[in-house]
């Protein structure tokens, strides 16, 4: 079936440090990749996404890299600072249809001051 | 436009207890999804919608698990009986299916089963 693997499941990094979290996906038919952050206690919300025409998408500090021949892409978050703490999921849509997603399993990031 | 409303936002229920929550999604949203998350298990779907019609249960646990979508803008979890098992929190998300993927969360509902 479809799946998603996210890596690591967690990360910890010095504030100012960059930080990468890493996604494969197994349909090589998906054309959508978004990334969701979860703060604590918080529901999660779409940070950025990348379709497959782009090879790599940047919004101020975060950043998103698409390799679709190895099936992968990669979230990039520069000069990490405490408030970028939170859960965050990789996403690909489903082959069916109806805007389904197959999440990863989530990284925990967590930003040292 | 409110976003995603969910209710209650905690419930606090005893074993064998039925338990509904609720779910408003984003008005002209034609897809819906009822999300659990735990930290062993994550975030894991459990049933969705389109256009009102259920199109995939197979994430619901058990048969004590149940869900429907009356009309476009309104749609129940109903767990009966529920079980401390059962303690989650419960995300409802709307989406535009044909446009973009885009998943809206709500706020969700802490579910907590003694």
């Known amino acids: 079936g479809e799946n998603v693997e996210q890596h690591p499941s967690t990360l910890s990094v010095q504030e100012g440090d960059s930080a990468v979290i890493k996604c494969t996906y197994s349909?090589?038919?998906?054309?959508?990749f978004p990334w969701y952050k979860q703060e604590l206690g918080k529901r999660p919300q779409l940070i950025i996404d990348?379709?497959?025409?782009?090879g790599e998408k940047k919004d101020q500090r975060i950043a998103v890299t698409l390799n679709k021949t190895a099936k992968h892409f990669s979230l990039h978050i520069t000069e990490t600072q405490p408030e970028d703490s939170a859960v965050y999921f990789c996403a690909a849509p489903f082959s069916g249809g109806y805007n389904k997603l197959i999440f990863g399993a989530g990284t925990r990031l967590a930003v040292h001051p | 436009d409110a976003g995603v409303i969910q209710s209650p936002r905690h419930e606090v229920t005893e074993m064998g207890q039925e338990v509904t929550l609720r779910c408003k999604p984003i008005?002209?949203?034609?897809?819906l999804f009822w999300y659990r998350q735990t930290m062993m298990r994550g975030l894991e779907l459990l049933i969705y919608?389109?256009?009102?019609?259920?199109?995939?249960d197979s994430g619901m646990p058990e048969d004590r698990f149940s869900a429907k979508m009356p009309n476009a803008s309104f749609s129940t979890l109903k767990i009966q009986p529920s079980e401390p098992r059962d303690s989650a929190v419960y995300f409802c998300a709307s989406s535009l299916a044909g446009s973009s993927y885009e998943q809206y969360f709500g706020p969700g509902t802490r579910l907590t089963v003694t």
């Open positions: 990348i379709r497959s025409n782009v």
């Open positions: 008005s002209g949203h034609n897809s």
């Open positions: 349909d090589s038919a998906s054309n959508y």
């Open positions: 919608f389109n256009n009102n019609v259920p199109i995939d």
